[in-house]
Nanobody, 128 residues
Framework: QVQLVESGGGLVQAGGSLRLSCAASGRTFSSYAMGWFRQAPGKEHEFVAAISRSGGGRDYADSVKGRFTISRDNAKSTVWLQMNSLKPEDTAVYYC?????????????????????WGQGTQVTVSS
């Protein structure tokens, strides 16, 4: 079992930046592929970014490519989502998730159903 706690959300103007953090409990963080999803009001969960166990593999939704960067530090059991050039359409609750069954160190899961553990979410609001 792993617990995930997100932080770093808030209100920012369009064009600004935020850095989300996700701290994981437990000693096996390096065995989890990690991902970020988001949910805007009235919409379904949307994949944002994911990173492999090793950190060597990454993937992004087309809507955030070139603006968002996912990274991790296994020694700190933390994954980050650096968000630059934010747009009002990025407004959502952002969730951190862990895939405990990543079958190799470079696997990058992008499907929501792959993930086993979820954080409580952090609100990001981008004003125009």
């Amino acid at each position: 079992q792993v617990q995930l706690v997100e932080s770093g959300g808030g209100l920012v103007q369009a064009g600004g930046s935020l850095r989300l953090s996700c701290a994981a409990s437990g000693r096996t963080f390096s065995s989890y592929a990690m991902g970020w999803f988001r949910q805007a009001p009235g919409k379904e969960h949307e994949f944002v970014a994911a990173i492999s166990r090793s950190g060597g593999g990454r993937d992004y939704a087309d809507s955030v490519k070139g603006r968002f960067t996912i990274s991790r530090d296994n020694a700190k059991s933390t994954v980050w989502l650096q968000m630059n050039s934010l747009k009002p359409e990025d407004t959502a609750v952002y969730y951190c998730a862990a895939d405990a069954h990543a079958f190799n160190s470079d696997y990058v899961p992008i499907i929501r159903s792959r993930y086993d553990y979820w954080g409580q979410g952090t609100q990001v609001t981008v004003s125009s």
